[in-house]
């Protein structure tokens, strides 16, 4: 049985998680038999949110109704852990994962922690050849995948040298299930500092190769805590969680806001708005991306009584236009709360709570995150001009795995990161993202570096050259198109374009529009011109 009781212990020095949550850190501790999770600060800033309270539900599959409680998931982590260990899962080891969304997906994040190991979380979408890409950089000793897509990746994993290969389904099946009945909880979690490693997540690269950004436990346990505070999460809070369990947004925003808060979600396996829709009656918040938000918007059953028992919208990930903000507002009555983040930051700035939010701008800096907007030579622009977005605090990540030369690309030696957007700040100190020096695709809330495409794309026989750029879109905010110069007699027609890269490429970045140029548009140094293809080629 859990116990909870106040003492007097002091933290170690200089863990600088104690300031950003003072109220649980202020001498409670946590003990359940043997296990103490207070010597690994990310599994113990989210164990404490439920202090108490672990009778109450965690988490509700919206396929079975099943729910799970703040008891079971925790116990089913220390099992995870039980098992990695006994796979000789060390501390700082990755353990990668490629499954279907589900609720055993969660315990499997936080077993891996809790052991001391890097969580791993890969894209579903992602092929075998870009899985393999992965496991070959980021060397992990686990690697846990669909069982559907076993015999495919498990030759990928052997070769990659990982150790151990698991299968887990969207019904929590597989071989980890069946380890999960064998295995022996771990009796104390794995001590680890707070600039230790929890997780690696993979963030495409301008080059064409990802790069796995190092988010430490500091970086998810302070962002966490400041977040639920500013959104005054609280154990009343039922959110809607319709988000992937792979990225920043779906992952440490939902998941750790709602452990931290002792709070409860709903979890859809994907995204369905009517699904959605039906269960604001029942959930106080949702998070999404834009197009969540567009396609909510399309359903007649959306209006302010069917809205009533929700307090809290907010979007990321992409930019939400100002006219959907209006819409939405028009017809529930609630303003959209926008925050902006990226993988490497975690969220930075967000629009207040309770103050006034502005749509078109991403709010205001975290409490803690300094943010600038600079010129070339990094002073400063001022007021109302357009710079680059740089950011500062405990939410930066620790650097790209393996790649110090693309992190001292991108961080400078005073700590400010170069966050590769522009924006600009109004004089109440909010910043609208107003594009972006990277180049990059955003749809649906994925990004796509267009390199990428195009080295696939300029590798096919026939192919002379090829520039990938986004289109606007009306669902998916952008999507990839291309402009491909055909060599000379070559005969390639859309489809064969897209055939040509599909093994290679993860759906979601196949080109959703192909038109075929005599020659690309460059300027006198010989930059292709993206804007000027953009302006070509937008939809009237
Ligand atoms: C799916 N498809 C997409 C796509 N999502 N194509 C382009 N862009 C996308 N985002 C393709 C599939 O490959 C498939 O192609 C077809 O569309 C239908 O697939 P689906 O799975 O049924 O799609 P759907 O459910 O409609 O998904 C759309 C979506 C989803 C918007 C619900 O993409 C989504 O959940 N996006 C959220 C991404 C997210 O969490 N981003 C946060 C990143 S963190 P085919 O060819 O097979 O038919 C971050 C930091 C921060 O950015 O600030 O938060
Ligand atoms: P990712 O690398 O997937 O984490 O994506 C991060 C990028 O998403 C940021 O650098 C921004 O370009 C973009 N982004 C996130 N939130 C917003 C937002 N609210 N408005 C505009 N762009 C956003």
Known sequence: MLSVRDTDKTFAAGWPIAAAVPVIYHGKYIEKGPIMYDVNPLAYALRVGSLGTENAPFVTDRVTGMMTTYAQVWQQAEQVAGVLVSLGVAPGDRVAVQVPKSVAAIPLYLGTVLCGAVHLPLNTGYTATEIDYFLTDARPRVFVCCPANLAALGPVAAKAGVDTVLTLDADGGGTLADALQQATPIAQAVPRAADDLAAILYTSGTTGRSKGAMLTHDNLASNAASLRDLWRFTADDVLIHALPLFHTH?????????????????????????????????????????????????????????ARHMRLFISGSAPMLTETHHLWHDRTGHWVLERYGMTETSMSTSNPYAGLRKPGTVGLPLPGVDLRVVDDAAAPVPLGAVGGVEVRGPNLFAGYWQMPDKTAEDMRPDGWFKTGDLGQLDRDGYLTIVGRSKDLIISGGYNIYPKEVETLIDALAGVAESAAFGLPDPDLGEVVAVAVVLAPGADLDADAIRAGVADDLARFKLPRHVYFLPALPRNTMGKVQKAQLRAQFAPS
Not at 257 to 272: C, E, K, N, P, W
Request: aromatic letters at 8%.
């Open 250 to 306: 779906g992952l440490f925003v939902a998941i750790n806001v709602t452990l931290m808060a002792g709070g409860a979600l709903l979890l859809h396996r994907a995204f369905d708005a009517g699904a959605v829709l039906d269960d604001f009656a029942h959930a106080t918040a949702l998070m999404g991306v834009p197009t969540f938000y567009t396609r909510l918007l399309d359903l007649p059953g959306l209006n302010r009584d069917a």
